[in-house]
């Protein structure tokens, strides 16, 4: 999915088995950054290999570049950081 913004988005901070990490959450679930990408048509590729894996993901535009959020299961959360 293609977001405009972060603004539709809420900042959260997660410990997750790789560490502390910046997250997001969209629609109820969590997503955390994954690569970026300096146009669209590159994010929108990885955005789809995410999604044939049966991941959700978003691109979402950042500062003059494109990022790939990838969701990641409420397992693999081990909690929210402060």
Do not use: H
Not at 5 to 25: H, M, V, W
Not at 63 to 76: D, H, N
Request: proline residues 4%.
């Amino acid at each position: 999915m293609f977001l405009e913004s972060l603004q539709d988005t809420r900042s959260i901070n997660l410990i997750t088995p790789a560490g502390k990490e910046k997250g997001i959450t969209y629609l109820g679930q969590i997503f955390v950054a994954g690569g970026t990408y300096k146009n669209s048509n590159a994010a929108i590729t990885a955005c789809r290999r995410d999604l044939d894996l049966g991941l959700s993901a978003l691109v979402i535009p950042e500062a003059g570049q494109f990022r790939v959020w990838c969701s990641i299961p409420t397992q693999m959360m081990l909690s929210l950081a402060a």
